[in-house]
């Protein structure tokens, strides 16, 4: 069982919609979670960082985390076509300046106008 | 723009041969983390510099080297080339107690 799951997708959705991303895990020690953006050919962008578990909120962008179900999910609101791009979520357990993250392998959206 | 910079953009090169990858991380950041994306692995951590000392070290192969100088920038080594090791090559970095990664563009390696 990989250490991270993510349905990679493809999602279409009609621009407006609001989208749900998300990702299992294996490692109970991960503790810090993230969401990033890669568009096509680009590097991975940070959306959104949550230490343990509850939600954030950015803007259109809500991030979730569950430890109990070792689950966390992304929804955006509203969503626009800029919004087409790979989203990777990613984690790492705590201690140190050792932070190697583990990354799902991206869910590919297109938000279509 | 991320403030991560990575050289060169593009590299095309044969098998068997060894290229060398550069990152500058942002100002102020003094860990610096190497990943390979490929399209059937996805983003794989690779190893992590701390303040020009090895930190930690993922699924990197032995032929592969990285190394940290004094002024934080970082290079990783591939020798012995092979087509598999055709991938994307990103940086990250980070002030160091923190888990806000910051990545630079990447460096597209095609190995013919």
């Known amino acids: 069982q990989k250490e991270v799951e993510q349905d990679p997708g493809p999602l279409s959705v009609p621009e407006g919609a609001i989208v749900s991303l998300n990702c299992t895990y294996s490692?109970?020690?991960?503790?810090?979670f993230m969401w990033y953006r890669q568009y096509s050919r680009k590097g991975p962008e940070l959306l959104m960082y949550?230490?343990?578990?509850g939600n954030k909120e950015d803007g259109r962008f809500t991030a979730q985390v569950d430890k109990s179900s070792k689950y966390i999910s992304l929804f955006i609101r509203d969503s626009q076509p800029s919004d087409s791009a790979t989203y990777l979520c990613a984690m790492s357990a705590s201690g140190g300046s050792n932070y190697k993250l583990t990354f799902g392998k991206g869910t590919l959206l297109t938000v279509n106008p | 723009d991320s403030g991560v910079t990575q050289t060169p953009k593009h590299l095309i090169t044969a098998t068997g041969q060894r290229v060398t990858l550069r990152c500058s991380p942002r100002?102020?950041?003094?860990?610096v983390y190497w990943y390979q994306q490929s399209l059937d692995q996805g983003l794989q951590f690779l190893i992590q510099y701390y303040n020009g000392e090895e930190r930690a070290k993922g699924n990197i192969l032995e032929r592969f080297s990285a190394q940290q100088f004094p002024d934080l920038h970082s290079e990783l080594n591939l020798s012995s080339l092979e087509l598999g090791d055709s991938a994307l090559y990103f940086c990250a970095s980070s002030v160091g107690a923190s888990d806000t990664q910051y990545f630079g563009p990447g460096t597209r390696l095609t190995v013919l």
């Open positions: 100002s102020g950041d003094l860990s």
């Open positions: 490692n109970s020690a991960f503790q810090y």
């Open positions: 949550t230490y343990s578990s």
